[in-house]
């Protein structure tokens, strides 16, 4: 598997682990790789009760690899993602209007085979 699409199949593996995770807790996912003018956006859900609407951004790395899940989720980034979300939610009317929008973040690390070592959810990260 070239880097490219090794690269997209960690990413891949991260985000269904990531979706897992939020299943497990409640939620609902309302789109995955929800493709905007600005970029793609990981995981959006809905919390259990319909409250509040979640745009999760979902980082995996391999363990081993030099530095954390966290490296590439700088303000530049943070930014990106609002601005994406922004246009999901302009563009999808059947969503509930008085729901609380909020962005999490959730750094997957794998094993050279793609098992899971550590999950970490941060709510409300940015």
């Known amino acids: 598997m070239g880097g490219d699409a090794a690269a997209k199949e960690l990413g891949r593996r991260g985000e269904d682990l990531a979706a897992a ?3 497990r807790l409640g939620y609902r996912v309302l789109a ?3 493709r905007t003018r600005r970029g793609e956006l990981d995981l959006v859900l809905a919390t259990e009760d319909g409250g509040a609407i979640v745009f999760a951004e979902v980082k995996t790395r391999r363990l081993g690899t030099a530095g954390d899940p966290w490296e590439k989720l700088d303000v530049a980034k943070c930014r990106q993602v609002r601005r994406m ?3 999901w939610l ?3 009317d059947d ?6 929008v ?3 973040a959730i750094g997957i ?4 085979t793609g098992d899971l ?3 970490d959810h941060l709510e409300a990260a940015f």
């Open 21 to 23: 995770h939020f299943e």
């Open 32 to 34: 995955r790789n929800a």
């Open 85 to 87: 979300a922004i246009e």
């Open 90 to 92: 302009l563009r999808n």
């Open 95 to 100: 969503r509930p209007w008085w729901a609380d």
């Open 102 to 104: 909020r962005f999490d």
């Open 109 to 112: 690390t794998l094993t050279a």
């Open 117 to 119: 070592v550590r999950l």
